[in-house]
């Protein structure tokens, strides 16, 4: 079983930036990928970024470059860096993870409120 741990949630002004963190745990850990997704109010979950175990990343079609997915396979962690934050980025934000049998594991989420 994995456990995953986000941080770095929280409030920030539009066109301020924060960065979120994910640390996987548990026994004999071998992930194929990790990422994060992202649920506001009234709307379904969505793809934000994932990476893979060999560095290929992947981002929602509304990043256009505005976040920045990075992993740490040794470490078992994955940060995602968010710029030029807007209101509609506002939502709960979930780490995800998958091994090498294709399960899936997600956070509990952590909360961005982008807002004035």
């Known amino acids: 079983q994995v456990q995953l741990e986000e941080s770095g949630g929280g409030l920030v002004q539009p066109g301020g930036s924060l960065r979120l963190s994910c640390a996987a745990s548990?026994?004999?850990?071998?992930?194929?990928?990790m990422g994060w997704y992202r649920q506001a109010p009234g709307k379904q979950r969505e793809l934000v970024a994932i990476?893979?175990?060999?560095?290929?990343?992947n981002y929602g079609g509304f990043v256009k470059g505005q976040f920045t997915i990075s992993g740490d396979n040794a470490a078992n962690t994955v940060n995602l860096e968010m710029n030029n934050l807007k209101p509609d980025d506002t939502a709960v934000y979930y780490c995800?993870?998958?091994?090498?049998?294709?399960?899936?594991?997600w956070g509990q989420g952590t909360q961005v409120i982008v807002s004035s």
């Open positions: 995800h993870a998958r091994n090498r049998f294709a399960t899936v594991f």
């Open positions: 548990g026994s004999n850990i071998r992930l194929n990928a």
């Open positions: 990476v893979t175990r060999d560095g290929i990343t």
